[in-house]
Structures are given as structure tokens and as C-alpha cells.
């Protein structure tokens, strides 16, 4: 499992749709069939994937300040660009916090 | 690790970091993004958030977080992307039929900037293309 000094969130109330967080860190952020982005937790960083998009069973996680996804350690440069580049501004990079994780439920 | 003073900036709520001591030695900077460069810069300069905000049309909350992440230490230096990832994503909402004013309400940008974004990309390809056909010949 890849370390992880970081955790990233996006507030959906906020995100314009563009794409550009994909675009620029594809193992960390993910479209929803609604046409907003969200989080999620990559099987080659973490062992398993989580989607952080509200949906039902194992895989998926909440969305919103709940759907709190780890950061790879790697993929710090790419989610810091992402967030810079936010049109929405709704990119939220926190630092890791074993209690939020916790809370998350997943 | 993360210094322990960047974790209460991340906090929203967090006072107004203001004038930040920030370096006049350029190399200390050069594994930052040069929108990092230039918010450490202006706020080095004594420029006020809000007016760094208003320079760089983000909100002035975003600018202390940017400020912020600044701290955050990096494995590597930023990526240079070509073409800009704001490139990629207006060639292919274009490509998939979404017209420049649309694509601009994405974007918080006017349609008129969206055809600017469009034209440099096709630019910038066009110019790639120029160069690797001349290595080609060389
Ligand atoms: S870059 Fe921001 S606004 Fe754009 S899709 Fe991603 S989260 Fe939403």
C-alpha cells in the first residue's frame, strides 16, 4: 500500500463538471454518471478500490466531506496541480487524519 | 511529513496568513507550480490576499490554500503537460459537440476565452507536429 500524508474530498455542490482533475490525476479523481467528479481510492495504490460517489455495496463510498479519499503519496504533485487548476475551487486537499478515515464507514 | 504549522492553514477558518516570508531565492522555489511561484512572489511583495485573489481570478480563500500547499513537500517537480490539461479537457467537450458558451460556464471563463484556449491548443499541436517531422529530417 502506497503511504499517504494527504486526504482529498471535493465539495459536488461546487464542481462545474469540467474534467480537468481527471484529467491531470486519473488515479484520484473520477466522473459520475451525473457529470460531477468525485474521489476515489485506486486498487493499484491502495490493494482495493473505492469510488467516493454515494453508491450502494462494497467498492463505493459517501460522497461530499464524507467521501474523503487517501492521497498516494505519489500522486501528491497531481492532486495539489488538480486543485490549483479547479474552476470550481471545490478541490479540498486536507492533511491525514486516521479519525476521518474512520468516520468514513467504507 | 507535513510541517505541524500546514495543518491549521488547511483549516478554512484559519486567520488570513498574509505577507508570507517568502524567499527571494528562486531556487528554493523551483519545484513549484508557476502559479505557486507567483502567489509566493506577489505575497512576498506585501501584495494583500484579496488583491492576489483579484490578479489571479480565484477566490481569496484559494489563495491562502495554495499558499498553504506550498509547504506540502513534493517527490518530484511539477509535471510539464503538453498540451495544458485545460487544453485536453476544452478539445474534448468540443469534440464531443458542447458549444464554447457551455463549455465556458464550465470553466468559470467567458466563451470568448474558451475560443482563445482552443486556438493555442491547435497552436501548440500544430507547432509539435512542425518539430517532429523537422527531427525526422535531421
Ligand atoms: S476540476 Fe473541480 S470543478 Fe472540474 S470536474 Fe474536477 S472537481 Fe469538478
Redesign the interface.
Known sequence: MDAT??MVWIDQDLC?????CE??APDVFEARDDGLWVVKESANHFGTAIVFDAGEGPGHGPEGSRGVARVP??Q???V??A???C???CIM???YDAQIMADRGV | ??PEA??TL?QPSAPRVGRVEATKNWSLMEHL?P??RCVLSMSAEGVEIDEIAKRIR??P??VE??IA?TD?P??????R?SPS??E??VL??LADGETHER?G?????SARYIRQVEGLAHYRQGTEILSRNRDGMD
Open positions: 500524508k494527504l462545474t463538471g469540467d474534467g480537468i484529467e491531470i503519496d505519489s501528491i504533485e497531481d495539489i496541480e486543485a490549483e487548476e474552476p470550481g475551487e486537499i486536507e492533511p | 511529513m507535513i500546514a495543518g488547511f507550480r502559479i505557486e480565484k477566490t480563500d484559494r490554500s495554495i500547499w506540502i513534493r517527490s518530484r517537480p511539477a509535471t503537460r490539461p485545460v485536453s479537457r474534448a467537450l463549455i460556464r464550465r470553466f468559470r471563463r
